[in-house]
């Protein structure tokens, strides 16, 4: 039973840099079948992709987070890594990372438990 | 405002039949598959359905999903007290290049 477990900060000061990993246990993101991904749920609101990364390290992300995100994996840890530059209150949410299939796409199974980041002075 | 649009709420007794919709374009639903998610208070999303009508283990009969054109439902039968959640309709958007997700409905149960 492949498990996701998100760790980092959960307080952020604006304009610094947001860092959270996912810890993938029960399974390999060296595996090509899956893309592994971040998502986000601002307090109250909808779900928001953020983007993902393949085993081989090439990543997608949302343009509407511009260049602003940086997802990295590391195979010997089996972990992969997000980072989000230059953050404003509107970057508040619950973070949460996920298991994409390859293809097809969407197919989100299984998710982390989420981590709640505050961006706040 | 989210890609894909969904009622913001619904509702309905025990032992009723409810359905939630999902609208969305060409670009998604239109030339993908859709995926149902929910969200029971204070946990992560769940996958509910899959490739538009299929169910993961675990989950009821009770849920179906289906699809048309640019479309899709999820529907409930046998509505219980535990099925309280809120639920979110995705599907990747050729044109983004990304996964999409409507805004949610909050299903409650009277």
């Known amino acids: 039973q492949v498990q996701l477990q998100e760790s980092g900060p959960g307080l952020v000061k604006p304009s610094e840099t947001l860092s959270l990993t996912c810890t993938v246990s029960?399974?390999?993101?060296?595996?090509?079948?899956?893309?592994w991904s971040w998502i986000r749920q601002p307090p109250g609101k909808g779900l928001e992709w953020i983007g993902d990364?393949?085993?081989?390290?090439?990543?997608n992300h949302n343009p509407s987070l511009k260049s602003r995100v940086i997802i990295s994996i590391d195979t010997s840890k089996n972990q992969f890594s997000l980072k989000l530059t230059s953050v404003t209150a509107a970057d508040t949410a619950v973070y949460y990372c996920?298991?994409?299939?390859?293809?097809?796409?969407?197919?989100?199974?299984?998710w982390g438990q989420g981590t709640l980041v505050t961006v706040s002075s | 405002q989210s890609v894909l649009t969904q009622p913001p709420s619904a509702s309905g007794t025990p032992g009723q039949r409810i359905t939630i919709s999902c609208s969305g374009s060409s670009s998604n639903i239109g030339s993908n598959f859709v995926y149902w998610y929910q969200q029971l208070p204070g946990t992560a999303p769940k996958l509910l359905m899959y490739k538009n009508n299929q169910r993961p283990s675990g989950v009821p009969d009770r849920f179906s999903g289906s699809k048309s054109g640019t479309s899709a439902s999820l529907a409930i039968s046998g509505l219980r007290s535990e099925d309280e959640a809120d639920y979110y309709c995705a599907a990747w958007d050729d044109s983004l290049r990304g996964p999409v997700f409507g805004g949610g409905t909050i299903l409650t149960v009277l």
């Open positions: 029960g399974g390999s993101v060296s595996s090509n079948s899956y893309y």
């Open positions: 996920a298991r994409d299939q390859r293809p097809p796409r969407g197919w989100f199974d299984p």
């Open positions: 990364i393949y085993y081989s390290g090439s990543t």
